[in-house]
């Protein structure tokens, strides 16, 4: 289990940007946000037992080493656009398209003969 040190804070800034804010330890959190409880049913162990402030979402995994809380605004909107994101279509060739492509190599390979 990998151990969680960095936590991130994500937030919306005046001009409608994402701020990021980084810090080595939880303790600059304690100091700016009420502690309201501990995460105890996270289904990253590694998760469990950090602290739940009051006004941010979190902790929630982000890659091996990274613990990251975000604004509700933040975390409404990257929701809606994780919801919203199409996903790449796969082009799937026909039975006729498969037929023709092996006649063809079929023809490639007689000729080479």
Not at 25 to 47: E, F, K, N, R, Y
Not at 61 to 75: D, N, S
């Amino acid at each position: 289990m990998a151990k969680k040190d960095t936590f991130r804070v994500v937030t919306r800034g005046k001009d409608g940007s994402l701020l990021i804010r980084d810090y080595p330890t939880c303790d600059p959190l304690l100091q700016s946000h009420l502690q309201i409880g501990v995460d105890d049913c996270s289904t990253d162990l590694a998760l469990r037992g950090l602290p739940v402030f009051r006004g941010l979402i979190g902790p929630m995994p982000e890659g091996k080493h990274i613990v990251r809380y975000e604004t509700p605004e933040v975390f409404e909107a990257l929701t809606k656009e994780w919801m919203n994101a199409k996903p790449r279509k796969r082009r799937r060739r026909t039975s006729a398209q498969i037929a023709a492509d092996n006649a063809a190599a079929a023809a490639a390979e007689m000729a080479s003969v």
